[in-house]
T-cell receptor, first 115, second 112 residues
Framework: AQSVTQLGSHVSVSEGALVLLRCNYS??????LFWYVQYPNQGLQLLLK??????LVKGINGFEAEFKKSETSFHLTKPSAHMSDAAEYFC?????????????FGTGTQLKVEL | KAGVTQTPRYLIKTRGQQVTLSCSPI?????VSWYQQTPGQGLQFLFE???????NKGNFPGRFSGRQFSNSRSEMNVSTLELGDSALYLC???????????FGPGTRLTVT
């Protein structure tokens, strides 16, 4: 079984400060890991993905994440927060199951950006 | 390339009724997944269809069903609606390579 744990359901940062959203995974097979962002009343937008290539993954909007197998982590970072980054962020894991794949999501982290 | 479209965007139904939601994936994608999002349970996988066949299924009662057509469009159906079925239902269009899933805007279902 696969799972992800997101530490901190709410994170608040000042505009211009570092954003760090934490995700730890559990998987019995090599995982594929993803970060998605959800703005109010919208669907999920893919920020970035890890699929066993480079361990440091760069995504859209200045976000990046580093896959650390020894720590089973895939934390999301952004050097400088912008007001437009305020949203809910979901970490997800996928693995090959029965020839297909499904995403198992964490519980989400609501990011608040303050002036 | 057009994104994932879901119809309708909003729906209000009464307990006991049934509902059908529609999803059109990205052109060329053969796989579609459905998820339910609620404040209490978060995002939960419902099922995945690939080339008209259900390939994966989540842990939901039989009232939840789906199908996929030859043009890859998918529908999901919920029969005998319960208050707890109120949720945002998200459809994802799945890339054949890379395993990323691209989500539509969702259908907000309210059961009264």
């Amino acid at each position: 079984a696969q799972s992800v744990t997101q530490l901190g359901s709410h994170v608040s940062v000042s505009e211009g400060a570092l954003v760090l959203l934490r995700c730890n995974y559990s998987s019995s097979v090599p995982p594929y890991l993803f970060w998605y962002v959800q703005y109010p009343n919208q669907g999920l937008q893919l920020l970035l993905k890890y699929t066993s290539a480079a361990t440091l993954v760069k995504g859209i909007n200045g976000f990046e994440a580093e896959f650390k197998k020894s720590e089973t982590s895939f934390h999301l970072t952004k050097p400088s927060a912008h007001m437009s980054d305020a949203a809910e962020y979901f970490c997800a894991v996928s693995g090959m199951t029965g020839g297909g794949n499904k995403l198992t999501f964490g519980t989400g982290t609501q990011l608040k950006v303050e002036l | 390339k057009a994104g994932v479209t879901q119809t309708p965007r909003y729906l209000i139904k009464t307990r006991g009724q049934q509902v059908t939601l529609s999803c059109s994936p990205i052109s060329g994608h053969r796989s579609v997944s459905w998820y339910q999002q609620t404040p209490g349970q978060g995002l939960q996988f419902l099922f995945e269809y690939f080339s008209e066949t259900q390939r994966n299924k989540g842990n939901f009662p039989g009232r939840f069903s789906g199908r996929q057509f030859s043009n890859s469009r998918s529908e999901m159906n919920v029969s005998t609606l319960e208050l707890g079925d109120s949720a945002l239902y998200l459809c994802a269009s799945n890339s054949d390579r890379g395993y990323e899933q691209y989500f539509g805007p969702g259908t907000r279902l309210t059961v009264t």
